[in-house]
C-alpha cells in the first residue's frame, strides 16, 4: 500500500510508504508536464497537444514509454504501453475521491482519496501506473476548474448575444 498526500495549494503529489518517503509528483504551468518519481523510477508526462489532452511518458533513458489519452467527457482514460499493453483509467464514484486503473475486467490499482491524502492498493510495483493514476487525477481537477473559471462567462455572452439578436427580431 502507498500513502500519498498534497498538501493545500500546492502543487505537489508526496508519496510514502510505511511512513518512508518514496517519491513525488510535480507539475509545470498550465499542466503542460508532470515530473514524477517513484523508488528508483524517473518519469517526464508531456502534453501533446492542446485540446486532445494526450500525454506522452518518458523516462531517462527511454522516450514514449506510454501514450496516455484522456477523454475529458467521458472520465476516463487509456495508458497504452509501449508493448502494446492498453490500461484504462476511471473514476468510481461521483466525487473522484475513488478511482482506478484497468485492464480489461481486471482491477490492477484502486486510488481512494479524502481531503487531500490517499491511499493507492493492488500491485504498487507497476512504478509507471502508479504515477500514471495520479498524474491523470490531477489533470481532470485543472480541467474541472478551467471550465469552473470559465462557464460563467460562457453563458453570459451567450445570454448577451440571444439578447442582441432577440430584439432585432
Known sequence: ?????????????TLTENGMLIGNVTH???RKTYSAT?????????????????????SNTENNLAE??????????TIALK???VYEWKRL?????????SQGDKQILKYAESFRKGVITGDTSKDLLVLSGLVVKDYFHFLL?????????????????????SSKI
Do not use: C
Not at 517513484?38 to 518518458?58: D, I
Open 93 to 101: 464514484n461521483f466525487f473522484d475521491g475513488v478511482w482506478q486503473i
Open 38 to 58: 517513484l523508488k528508483q523510477s524517473a518519469y517526464t508526462f508531456t502534453s501533446n497537444s492542446g485540446f486532445n489532452h494526450k500525454f506522452s511518458v518518458s
Open 145 to 165: 476548474l478551467i471550465v469552473a473559471l470559465l462557464l460563467p462567462n460562457l453563458l453570459r455572452v451567450s445570454e448577451q448575444i440571444y439578447h442582441l439578436f
Open 83 to 85: 508493448n502494446g499493453t
Open 1 to 13: 500500500m502507498i500513502e500519498f498526500s498534497r498538501k493545500f495549494f500546492q502543487k505537489n503529489y
Open 28 to 30: 509545470g504551468f498550465a
Open 68 to 77: 496516455i489519452t484522456i477523454n475529458f467527457w467521458n472520465k476516463k482514460a
